[in-house]
């Protein structure tokens, strides 16, 4: 008994010289840090509310980042709009069917809100509820699909798939996954193939996502809404959405704003638990059957230089640290 308080008192003695002896910013550090307050939240609307002129400045900014110097230093990436593509491949392992996939995501978002912002772009970020696309039946008649004020529609099946109208019409995809001497992932034109497989569309209609939004731990969470609605939007588009590339399909954005829409109403029905609920596996590990040893404490894998490189903890909640926004 003595000796063990002994020992104890020797150990809480030793950790108090330890700190001591270190800087007082690192001295703060072993302290849980509080997260910064925001001045003011930035609001991300639906794209169907956004006005022709907003969309406009939207698309105009997208197409401006081919034009900007790339920053993340990957070979094949030769201006900021490939750059996403690029390091989204290059991390591919890293932030798909891992605990950091929403993360990472997340603030793989609002590196793009940060991009767009260098290209001119003021208005707002905004997500895509595809829910309402599939609770119809029939997505490919969604507003997001106009090709008058939209992204444009699908891809020519008679072409190759390439998508000939709308902003983004022959459009060039220069950053490839994998094997450049593969037919498929040789340099094109964007493309789209609509998947009308009513067992897909449904799997990101209301009542899939209603599912998802019913898990009650994040880790439970996390894998069915990256496996289920997520991925089935992803093979819905298809072409160009289909791949590790898919950022090269500007749609990408409005998609991740959206699950990422979601994960922030699911924090928000129980903020003080799932704020700081975060598990799962980690790139060795098994996305269904672990081991779950992530750490909320983990850094996000890299975003090569498109945004600082954070920990887990600073993105759990999307109105404090360097988020400061919500979904409206
Ligand atoms: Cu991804």
């Known amino acids: 008994m003595f000796a063990k308080t002994w020992l104890l008192l020797f150990f809480a003695v030793a950790v108090?010289?330890?700190?001591?002896?270190?800087p007082l910013a690192a001295q703060q550090d072993l302290v849980a840090r509080a997260p910064t307050p925001c001045s003011s939240l930035k609001q991300r609307p639906n794209w169907n509310t956004l006005s022709q002129a907003q969309k406009s400045s939207y698309f105009d900014a997208v197409k401006c980042l081919k034009t900007k110097p790339a920053v993340t230093g990957i070979e094949s990436s030769k201006n900021l709009y490939d750059d996403f593509p690029a390091i989204h491949v290059e991390q591919n392992h890293h932030?798909?069917?891992v605990a950091a996939f929403l993360p990472w995501h997340r603030r793989f978002v609002q590196a793009r809100e940060r991009a767009l912002a260098a290209c001119g772009y003021d208005g707002p970020t905004p997500y895509w509820d595809w829910t309402e696309a599939a609770d119809t039946g029939n997505p490919d008649v969604d507003p997001i699909f106009s090709v008058t004020d939209?992204?444009?529609?699908?891809?020519?099946?008679n072409n190759n798939d390439v998508v000939e109208e709308g902003p983004f019409a022959n459009f060039p995809v220069d950053i490839l996954q994998g094997d450049k001497d593969v037919a498929l992932f040789s340099p094109h034109l964007l493309r789209r193939a609509f998947n009308p497989d009513p067992q897909l569309v449904n799997a990101f209609n209301s009542s899939s996502v209603a599912k998802a939004q019913a898990f009650e731990t994040f880790n439970k969470y996390r894998y069915y809404l990256e496996g289920t609605p997520h991925g089935a939007v992803h093979q819905y588009i298809a072409g160009d959405m289909g791949p590790a590339h898919s950022p090269n399909e500007a749609v990408f954005f409005l998609h991740h704003a959206q699950i990422d829409r979601l994960w922030s109403l699911w924090q928000e029905m129980d903020p003080e638990q799932r704020k700081s609920d975060y598990a799962g596996n980690l790139p060795d590990g098994n996305t269904l059957t672990g081991p779950f040893d992530a750490s909320i404490n983990d850094t996000l894998p890299t975003f090569g230089n498109l945004i600082d490189q954070v920990q887990v903890r600073d993105v759990m909640d999307t109105k404090?640290?360097?988020?400061?926004?919500?979904?409206?």
């Open 16 to 22: 108090a010289l330890h700190a001591a002896a270190l």
């Open 95 to 97: 932030i798909h069917s």
């Open 150 to 157: 939209g992204f444009g529609g699908n891809g020519n099946p």
């Open 320 to 328: 404090s640290g360097d988020l400061c926004y919500v979904y409206v």
